[in-house]
């Protein structure tokens, strides 16, 4: 710990990240890092990083996948194909605290910033490689999307329609918590380095990192996993109101099941010998859904959500992410904030995430122009944009 920063510093702050990575994983860790206050570098080809490209629709010309991930961040292009490219990587390791990449297994070292290469030259360094599947072994070379990563990990055949067909989660699962566990691995290689002085490797994988969100089905007997839906809690579902919206509703404890069976005037079903108990719901479930079914059709979506509000039943209106986002008390409270960008305009994003009561994290700037820092970074290192290839 560096002594004499004020404690309203950010907690990063004085951290260099040298980030090679693109797309999701390596970009959503990179910048939760530069939230908490660390001087991002983003190394970019002279193309981009791909993400820039993803659309329509873009913001400003650039996709709406790069601006919601890159920000706070310098951008600096290097042609890595070049003598030149490849050292001005090497220098820029060389004063990193941090290096981040996801390239795929071998390719690192090819180019010389590997963490064997890395360390040798900067011996506290915390390497982090995001993967697809590992390191090493046959999967380690196969191509990893959060697609693919979701159709190997069982969680596209966890959620089949009623005719068996496996479907995408449309939400980046495998690259989010791989983001995730990332930033946990290079905040603990911190403290370890703090301690002892010694950096070390960070690896963390797509695969590994979608499982973590099914673990409690993992230490299950496989022949058990045999609901499509949520299978060990009834009723743990969506439900529709009588005006056709939905809204969750979920029962985890024994008083819960009672509070519920009250609310919706069926107190009986609370004793039933067929729903008394979790198990009895699970195994009961076909008798018991078409019972709630017809219950919360009779009455208004606002009207139930009260009701189970008052009476501690856990519940929420389903709704589109349009509604979340033009909720006002979104920017009040925080969850979502806005930036100007010099293309964009004024730009709505997430706000860090974390709040931290004596050291703040922070949105700093919006996400980088294609290599709008490259000639200030290479000056930082002894060198001219001319000598890396960049655009």
């Not at 002085?197 to 230490?219: D, F, M, N, P, T």
């Not at 529709?240 to 069976?261: F, H, I």
């Not at 209106?317 to 004024?346: C, F, N, W, Y």
Request: proline share 7%; glycine share 8%; aromatic share 6%.
């Amino acid at each position: 710990m560096t002594a004499g920063r004020p404690l309203s510093e950010s907690p990063l702050a004085g951290l260099t990240v040298v980030d090679f990575s693109r797309l999701f994983a390596g970009p959503l860790c990179t910048m939760t890092l530069a939230d908490l206050g660390a001087d991002v570098i983003k190394i970019e080809s002279p193309a981009g990083d791909d993400a820039r490209h993803f659309g329509p629709p873009f913001l400003g010309g650039e996709g709406m996948n790069f601006m919601a991930l890159n920000r706070g961040k310098r951008s600096a292009v290097l042609d890595l194909k070049t003598d030149a490219g490849r050292e001005a990587a090497r220098r820029l390791t060389r004063r990193a605290d941090i290096v981040v990449e996801n390239f795929r297994p071998g390719v690192a070292e090819r180019l010389g910033i590997g963490y064997e290469e890395v360390r040798a030259r900067n011996e506290p360094v915390i390497h982090c490689s995001i993967s697809g599947f590992g390191p090493a072994g046959e999967m380690s070379e196969r191509p990893a999307l959060d697609l693919i990563l979701q159709a190997v990990s069982g969680v596209m055949a966890r959620q089949a329609d009623s005719e068996g067909t496996p479907q995408l989660l449309c939400v980046t699962i495998a690259d989010t918590y791989a983001a995730a566990q990332a930033v946990q691995g290079i905040l603990a290689a911190l403290y370890v380095r703090e301690r002892t002085g010694a950096g070390q490797r960070v690896e963390v994988s797509l695969l590994e990192s979608i499982l973590s969100s099914q673990a409690y089905r993992i230490i299950c007997d496989p022949e058990r996993l045999e609901f499509p839906g949520w299978d060990d809690t009834v009723p743990y579902q969506a439900f529709a109101a009588d005006n056709g919206e939905w809204m969750a509703v979920a029962v985890v404890s024994p008083a819960t099941w009672k509070a519920l069976c009250t609310a919706i005037g069926r107190s009986e079903l609370a004793d039933d010998e067929r729903f008394a108990t979790n198990p009895l719901r699970v195994d009961n479930r076909d008798e018991l859904i078409p019972i709630l079914d017809a219950e919360f059709s009779k009455r208004s979506r606002p009207d139930w959500l009260q009701t189970l509000d008052a009476a501690g039943v856990p519940c929420a209106p389903i709704q589109e992410l349009r509604e979340l986002m033009t909720d006002p008390l979104m920017l009040k409270s925080g969850v979502l904030t806005e930036l100007e960008h010099p293309t964009a305009g004024r730009v709505r994003t997430l706000g860090p995430g974390i709040r931290m009561s004596h050291t703040p994290a922070s949105v700093g700037t919006p996400a980088p122009r294609l290599g709008e820092h490259t000639t200030e970074i290479l000056e930082s290192i002894g060198m001219e944009s001319a000598d890396t290839g960049d655009r």
